[in-house]
């Protein structure tokens, strides 16, 4: 809708689920760039009260939502007097996801995004999408109530964002394949011996994006290349066995579709996710942003390699849980989750971590799932199988 006299668009309203997080805090920073454009009408976090209150005392939506309940009385104390509403809990961040937002930014960490996010396309409105997990665990659920309720989805990881940036859509037969790129993360260069003794703080640190601990650590084993790949199988109208990963350390060329003439088509950028934010938040126009602008040959080369898949076998165990159906990928996410946990708090070990999900897999064997209440109890089934693991070592 535009305002033809002055050409100047309505602000568009905007839901942020996980404001507290990474991708929040780098939405919010667009926001707070560009006040004209955006009305944030709700915010979101679980632990985080003391920024969930500053961000809402800056942005002053209608309704704040923290998940943890036992946090409801502080944050209501942080926002007396402020005319907000306050709530808690899985109920209270469905209500915000039923907002009638232009743009829901799906920002929480985990499967504990799958409700909300699902409540959010089920409105039919835009869903932007960065939790990937609840693709991960629930994908064909997804596609089936977007095709329901009309709700269009643009996906927020950045290789997600690039590919949907280049894939012509109304042609997919012209579409060979997708190339998936990876930083390789901080242990690209590490021998296992090294990554044995691989400290959280280490595996934090990734070489060229600052993200949230969890994303961190699923860099460093790859295990986010493999989330990726199951992410981009539900996304786009592939093959999984047209879906490849190449290693691009500069973290520049963002993802690429290979069409059947030979052509190749990519989106880059410097490495900065404001920019995939920012597409998402401004679709189907573009905005400005102040992220710094790529100068190719500042960044002088860009290299490529094979994954190594001794020394990262997360890419392969994902892509045989993407093989065996809905099930496998929904173990695959909790085994994940629950040994990221215990890694970044000391108990285990970082190569641990898909050893663990590798055992979880091979134990685990669960029926049909008809339902999101199967989705549940297969990840609830997992994360127990895990901790059952977790406390014997
Ligand atoms: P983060 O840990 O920085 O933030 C997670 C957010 O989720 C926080 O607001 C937190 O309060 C909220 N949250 C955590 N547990 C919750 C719970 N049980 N209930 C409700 N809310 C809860 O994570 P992040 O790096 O911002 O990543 C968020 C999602 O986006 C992940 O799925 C990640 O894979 C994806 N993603 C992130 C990046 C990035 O640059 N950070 C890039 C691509 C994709
Ligand atoms: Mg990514």
């Known amino acids: 809708m535009t305002n033809s006299s002055t050409n100047i668009s309505p602000p568009k ?21 560009s006040p004209e454009k955006f009305e944030v009408i709700a915010l979101t976090g679980n632990k985080n009260v003391k920024l969930l209150i500053e961000q809402a005392r800056e942005f002053l939506p209608k309704l704040v939502v923290v998940a943890d309940a036992a946090l409801y009385s502080e944050l209501k104390r942080g926002l007396s007097g402020a005319d907000i509403q306050v709530g808690c809990g899985l109920a209270a961040l469905n209500d915000a996801a039923e907002l009638n ?15 909300p996010t699902l409540t959010a396309i089920k409105q039919g409105g835009i869903v932007a999408l960065a939790n990937k997990e609840c693709l991960v665990c629930a994908g064909q659920l997804f596609i089936d109530e977007i095709v329901k309720s009309g709700a269009t989805l643009i996906p927020v990881d950045s290789e997600h964002n690039a590919i949907f940036q280049v894939f012509d ?30 400290t959280p703080m280490q595996a934090k640190s990734h070489p060229n994006w600052k993200m949230g601990a969890k994303i961190s650590v699923d860099s460093a084993t790859m295990m986010n290349k493999g989330l990726e790949l199951i992410e981009a199988y539900y996304l786009f109208p592939v093959e999984e066995e047209q879906i490849n990963i190449v290693i691009h350390p500069q ?22 996710m404001r920019t ?29 390699q094979t994954p190594d898949h001794r020394r990262f076998p997360a890419i392969n165990i994902s892509r045989n849980c993407l093989k065996g159906g809905a099930v496998p990928p929904i173990i695959l996410n909790a085994a994940n989750e629950i040994a990221v946990d215990a890694f970044l708090k000391n108990r285990i070990r970082f190569l641990d971590i898909v050893r663990i999900v590798e055992e979880v897999l091979a134990k685990i064997h669960f029926g049909n799932l008809n339902s999101i209440e199967d989705i549940y109890s297969c990840d609830i089934e997992a994360r127990e199988k895990s901790l059952e693991i977790l406390s014997g070592l």
């Open 13 to 33: 309203s905007l839901t942020l689920l996980g404001s507290t997080g990474s991708i929040g805090q780098n939405t919010l920073n667009l926001v707070r760039d």
């Open 101 to 115: 937002s232009d743009i829901v930014i799906a920002g929480i960490v985990g499967i504990a995004g799958l409700t």
């Open 169 to 198: 859509f109304e042609k997919a037969n012209s579409v060979e394949s997708l190339t998936l790129t990876a930083s390789g993360g901080p242990f690209l260069n590490m021998s296992l011996s090294e990554m044995a003794a691989a």
């Open 251 to 272: 973290s520049v060329i963002h993802s690429l579709v290979n069409y059947k003439d030979g052509s190749v088509l990519a989106q880059l950028g410097t490495p900065d």
């Open 276 to 304: 995939p934010i920012s597409y998402a938040l401004a679709w189907p126009e573009r905005m400005e942003t102040n992220t710094s602008k790529l100068d190719l040959a500042k960044v002088g080369n860009l290299s490529f």
